[in-house]
């Protein structure tokens, strides 16, 4: 089992930044592929970035490229998503997700079989 619990979420100014984190239980962490997905009010989840078990590969969504950087620190059994020049359409509940079956990066949610309990961003204009 693979417990997830995401930080770093708030209110944040249009053109701001947040760090979220996400804080994994298990020793398998570091052989896993992780991602964060994000979903709208009244809108489907949607993958925001991935990145493979070692941190050395990463991919993101076109709408943030430039502006999100996924890592992780696999010591410290941690990801992250580092979000710049943040916009209102960023507005949503942020989750880390676990994929224990793959270490290379996944971007569908259905490859991801752990889940955390999600964190909300919120950026006005």
């Known amino acids: 089992q693979v417990q997830l619990v995401e930080s770093g979420g708030g209110l944040v100014q249009a053109g701001g930044s947040l760090r979220l984190s996400c804080a994994a239980s298990?020793?398998?962490?570091?052989?896993?592929?992780m991602g964060w997905f994000r979903q709208a009010p009244g809108k489907e989840r949607e993958f925001v970035a991935a990145i493979n078990w070692s941190g050395t590969n990463t991919y993101y969504t076109d709408s943030v490229k430039g502006r999100f950087t996924i890592s992780r620190d696999n010591a410290k059994n941690t990801v992250y998503l580092q979000m710049n020049s943040l916009k209102p359409e960023d507005t949503a509940v942020y989750y880390c997700?676990?994929?224990?079956?793959?270490?290379?990066?996944?971007?569908?949610?259905?490859?991801?079989?752990?889940w955390g309990q999600g964190t909300q961003v919120t950026v006005s204009s």
């Open positions: 997700a676990a994929a224990s079956s793959y270490s290379n990066m996944r971007v569908h949610g259905f490859e991801y079989d752990y």
């Open positions: 298990g020793r398998a962490f570091s052989s896993y592929a």
